[in-house]
């Protein structure tokens, strides 16, 4: 078997007669691919991961016409497979897997959609029939058999935890082709995997320490099980302490636990651990960014705004905007430190839009949406912009562990607000006021003022009709108040919070997103007590 040497070295001097080297080569230009966004690495990336998946062909299970006819007819039995062959059933699976994710990535049209849509249905399908022989009384076990089911708890479990996070009205459809997803399933699927010591043990701990950190922070209710990330990078730490990806899952969790210095710490170490893969550094200058927010310590927000906008391609209107949003909450006596102007800075912003798999980055669109009021002779300052794009990253969950960082953002947001009631009025007088009202209540709601939270929750609602362009507030607004009436096991009326904000509003900036943690709060509050397990999901299986 030739997973015994896909350890032995990378590069592609055997990638043409192993399926592990071939494999394991284009996942790591795939990798690369994924962070750099940039279209000659999406088109290396697909052609390697193409010849992988013809590499993975020729060790699969020959078949006779005869076979192909009765395969339509009675589903195929992997139990007469080789060794060999069902290791290149797992590898073909990840292959057109990663494959569709590419394909996703590249093309604009319809038809690469389709063509991507197919790959996936039949990874998962093959998935299925593998978890299937494992199962099976007949399946015998062969000399690296901790490889092949690996691989097979990496791909139920990634597809299991992936699909439970879909929102309702996306899980329907993907439920009525065929997909069904369980939360709790995939999750052991992918701590087995992570502890099997098996050529995917790796990238299922990998899976799992995306999905604690930042998955359930930024697509969740901010609830992440930080101490199984913790537990799950220790080892990895222990053994590559100067690894740049354990290093940035350090700086992460460290972010996730409130120690913003200590975070900020591990960043730089991963940023000095190496140099070739300038991607890891810009993930830290992300995080970097966001640490100096929490922090109020605007000039270092702005230095890394600035880095990420000369230095990396994913969204340049994101950057831009971040630069002015922190050059507005620059004091009178403080000076930009390039000549920046905040208003010439917003007015770009628009004019930097970028497209991929065929879509605008809903980041994008909102910053868009929001430096458009600079657009005029005489613009609207926005009020507290890098405050508002913080929540939308979910970054009130992470001052929420630090008293401190949480009263230092409050004291900002009244200041603001005593601004915005000393200023003159303007058609955007209660976009504004909402915008800071939802702000200060999650702080407020942080610091355990829950009457006083609800009372800035409640009022967006009751103030629904005279918000003009900020939508995207009373479903929010919604959502915050259904999650602080969790908190205090008012689940009733914290399911009818969330139903309401799931139907009755639409067409509004980061609605997928929105949805997706309203799926996250509903599952929380739908979850049994006792145990935490969801009812009414079926695992792939």
């Not at 690369?32 to 052609?47: E, H, S, V």
């Not at 394909?103 to 039949?122: A, C, H, P, W, Y």
């Not at 950190?213 to 901010?222: C, D, K, N, P």
Request: aromatic share 12%; net charge neutral.
């Amino acid at each position: 078997m030739d997973s015994r040497a896909a350890n032995s070295g990378s590069g592609d001097a055997r990638t043409k007669d192993s399926m592990y080297h071939a494999l394991t080569y284009a996942t790591i230009l795939e990798m690369q691919a994924m962070m750099t966004f940039d279209p000659q690495d999406i088109l290396n990336a697909g052609n390697t991961m193409k010849e992988a998946q013809a590499t993975c062909q020729k060790f699969r299970k020959k078949s006779t016409v005869a076979d192909s006819i009765n395969n339509l007819v009675h589903r195929q039995s992997l139990e007469h497979f080789t060794e060999e062959e069902i290791h290149a059933e797992i590898c073909y699976a990840e292959c057109l897997l990663q494959r569709a994710a590419l394909t996703f990535l590249q093309d604009e049209n319809m038809v690469s959609f389709i063509k991507g849509g197919i790959k996936v249905r039949n990874s998962y399908q093959t998935y299925r029939e593998l978890d299937s022989l494992i199962q099976s009384p007949h399946y015998v076990k062969g000399e690296n058999h901790l490889h092949f089911e690996g691989g097979v708890k990496l791909g139920v479990g990634a597809f299991n935890l992936t699909l439970s996070m879909f929102p309702a009205r996306i899980l329907k459809l993907l439920e009525f082709v065929g997909f069904s997803g369980n939360k709790e399933h995939g999750l052991l699927q992918l701590q087995e995997g992570a502890s099997s010591y098996s050529f995917r043990s790796v990238l299922c701990t990998m899976l799992l320490l995306c999905y604690h950190t930042f998955m359930t922070f930024v697509l969740g209710t901010g609830k992440g099980n930080v101490e199984e990330a913790e537990r799950l990078l220790k080892p990895y730490l222990a053994r590559y302490p100067k690894g740049a990806i354990f290093l940035f899952f350090a700086g992460r969790i460290e972010t996730l636990k409130g120690n913003i210095d200590a975070a900020v710490n591990r960043y730089e170490e991963c940023c000095e651990a190496q140099q070739y893969w300038k991607q890891f550094h810009h993930m830290c200058y992300w995080e970097l960014m966001w640490c100096f927010t929490y922090k109020r310590q605007w000039k270092m927000a702005f230095f890394y705004a600035d880095l990420l906008s000369k230095e990396n391609t994913w969204s340049k209107a994101t950057y831009i905007y971040m630069k002015a949003a922190y050059l507005s909450m620059f004091g009178p006596d403080d000076c930009s430190p390039f000549g920046d102007s905040e208003v010439e800075l917003f007015r770009i912003v628009p004019s930097l839009k970028l497209k991929i798999a065929g879509k605008s980055l809903p980041t994008e669109k909102f910053a868009i949406r929001k430096a458009r009021r600079y657009l005029s002779s005489n613009p609207i300052p926005l009020p507290v912009p890098p405050l508002e794009m913080m929540y939308i990253w979910n970054g009130y969950a992470v001052i929420g562990k630090c008293p401190n960082l949480t009263e230092g953002m409050l004291e900002t947001l009244i200041e603001a607000e005593e601004a915005l009631a000393r200023s003159s009025a303007t058609e955007l007088l209660a976009d504004d006021r909402c915008v800071i009202k939802l702000l200060k209540g999650l702080c407020l709601k942080h610091l355990g003022k829950i009457l006083e939270a609800e009372d800035h929750f409640n009022y967006i609602y009751l103030n629904e009709k005279k918000i003009k362009y900020d939508h995207y507030l009373i479903p929010n607004a919604l959502l915050e108040l259904a999650i602080l009436y969790l908190d205090q096991d008012r689940r009733e009326e914290a399911i009818k919070l969330l139903e309401r904000a799931k139907q009755n509003y639409k067409n509004y900036s980061m609605e997928t997103r929105t949805h997706f943690r309203i799926q996250a709060a509903l599952h929380q509050a739908k979850s049994a007590p006792e145990n935490g397990m969801h009812s009414g999901a079926s695992a792939v299986s």
